[in-house]
């Protein structure tokens, strides 16, 4: 429980930490007004389209009598949405940490500064830092489509696809947006994917306790256009913690992952 606590102490670090510098806070806001726009509008098209694909998708009910027609496809096209909404949550990090790959850059590497220490650089031009970026995000989208697909199927379960099924989704929302911002700090530290995820999953909780809230606060509109620059300050300061060396009273053999190179 700790953890937990630990967790969402870093996100309202990150909020401060922007509150404090205005001008990163503004250079922050235009990735994701961008991708909003985008996000909303398909969204928009999902919600007015969604019974429509229902519809086309189950034909076989259209001689099925009052009330079963109606309850079935109501509640498709609900979970269509959900689905799309899910799927929306998880991959607006990932596409606006894409489009605003050089912003988050910079703003990662300011808070190394005010933080003092090393500021670590990837020493990539900006062409491969952008492949990185989209290679790793198309891999986390796998996985994330697979989890939301079997939540999906599991949704249908009575009882336990209304409460045990959504807090397992938003606790996969949580543990993969996490690992999208804290994936900007550690990248510039040469860790790849595979050790990141290594990492992450030693501190689950941690990550949790990060993630989970800022997941929820990302389903309010707009809210996660203004939260972003924040996650990615707070997503930094645990990325300095997480390969921070240990003290010097820890019996702890050195940590490989500040060494690894992609």
């Excluded at 697979?146 to 929302?173: D, K, M, N, R, S």
């Excluded at 690992?179 to 790849?192: K, P």
């Excluded at 972003?228 to 490989?256: F, I, K, N, Q, Y």
Aim: with cysteine; glycine share 10%.
């Amino acid at each position: 429980m700790r953890d937990l606590g630990a967790g969402f102490s870093y996100l309202i670090k990150g909020q401060r930490w922007v509150a404090r510098h205005g001008r990163w806070f503004g250079f922050g806001l235009i990735p994701g007004l961008i991708t909003l726009v985008v996000y909303a509008g398909a969204l928009i098209g999902l919600g007015y389209g969604a019974d429509d694909l229902v519809a086309w998708a189950t034909p076989f009910a259209d001689d099925w009598s009052s009330p079963w027609l109606g309850l079935l496809r109501t509640t498709l096209t609900v979970l269509v949405f959900a689905l799309g909404l899910f799927l929306a949550v998880i991959t607006f990090t990932a596409v606006t940490l894409l489009v605003g790959q050089p912003f988050y850059e910079s703003l990662s590497e300011e808070v190394d500064r005010t933080e003092g220490g090393e500021v670590p650089e990837s020493g990539l031009p900006l062409w491969r830092e952008l492949w990185i970026s989209a290679r790793d995000s198309i891999r986390i989208l796998v996985r994330v489509t697979l989890y939301a697909v079997l939540l999906f199927a599991l949704g249908f379960i009575p009882v336990v696809g209304q409460t045990v099924v959504p807090v397992i989704g938003f606790c996969v929302t949580g543990y993969f947006l996490a690992e999208e911002l804290t994936a900007v700090a550690l990248q510039r530290r040469g860790m790849v994917l595979a050790d990141r995820l290594v990492l992450l999953r030693g501190r689950r909780m941690l990550i949790l306790g990060f993630g989970v809230p800022l997941g929820l606060a990302f389903l309010v509109p707009f809210v996660a256009v203004f939260l972003m620059p924040g996650a990615v300050a707070g997503a930094t300061l645990l990325a300095r913690d997480l390969v921070a060396p240990p003290a010097d009273d820890e019996d702890v053999s050195p940590s490989p992952y500040s060494v690894n190179t992609d």
